[in-house]
């Protein structure tokens, strides 16, 4: 518990001096690049200091020169500060928009592209949706968890449709992520980040062009993300 109040005293510290400093530059210039540099800095930080260790596997498999949607399966609220700063550059999310209402973060979060979704209105989850696929034209990677919420259990959940359409309109790649490790520090429901290893597998992208319909694409990325957990969380 030790570990993870200081990681919250870092985080309530260094809030503040991205408030004061970066956010009115971010304000002046109109570039969020600086200020999403120290958040991705500071997230890092915080996730050392909380006792986390993160190893990245198949990096490699990605060509930078192109956009993806990266897919991965959500245990934990240790899931988006942990995959987030480990992607080798900026990418958008789908957020909770009650997220959106915490002063300065909701504004920086807007200033970032990030997209709020409100998943219990499907026209609102649609008209989400169709904002990320903005996004991604604009030339933004996206970051999607696609169960919608995170597992009880451990155990993969049945995927939302709506990012599957994304990609198929967009015609974006879409890299499957295994995240392991993050249930067992941090399960639904406990406040307390147990130190441990987390591991993020990045499997190769999948091509929406390259299969016959969404529902073919839904079962490429979720068979590759079960690929890589261990049987008992299948």
């Known amino acids: 518990m030790i570990r993870t109040l200081a990681a919250g005293l870092f985080y309530a510290a260094m ?5 004061l400093v970066f956010f009115p530059w971010t304000l002046l ?6 200020l999403y540099r120290f958040g991705m800095n500071v997230t890092r930080a ?3 200091i909380a006792g986390v260790r993160v190893e990245t596997r198949g990096l490699d498999r990605l060509d930078l020169g192109r956009n993806y949607i990266f897919m991965a ?10 995959l987030i700063p480990a992607l080798p550059r900026r990418t958008s999310v789908l957020v909770k928009k009650e997220l959106f209402r915490i002063p300065l973060l909701g504004r920086a979060m807007l200033m970032a592209s990030l997209v709020p979704i409100d998943r219990r209105n ?21 970051t999607v968890f696609p169960e919608g919420t995170r597992t009880r259990d451990g155990r993969l959940l049945p ?12 015609g974006t790649p879409i890299v499957p992520v295994t995240i ?3 249930y067992e520090i941090q399960p639904k429901g406990r406040l307390r980040v147990a130190p441990g290893t987390v591991t993020l597998v990045f ?3 999948v091509d929406p062009r390259d299969v016959a319909d969404r529902d073919a694409l839904i079962a490429r990325v979720r068979a590759a993300i079960t690929s890589a957990l261990p049987e008992e969380r299948r």
């Open 46 to 48: 915080g996730v050392r």
């Open 122 to 142: 499907k026209e609102a989850a649609i008209a989400s949706v169709r904002k990320a696929a903005d996004v991604i034209r604009s030339g933004l990677d996206m």
């Open 73 to 82: 399966n959500h245990a934990s609220n240790a899931d988006p500060p942990i």
């Open 180 to 182: 392991l490790g993050t």
């Open 203 to 205: 499997h190769e992208p």
């Open 15 to 19: 809030i503040p001096l991205g408030a």
């Open 29 to 34: 210039t109109g570039k969020i690049d600086v």
């Open 159 to 170: 995927f939302k449709k709506g990012p599957f359409h994304m990609a198929m309109e967009t």
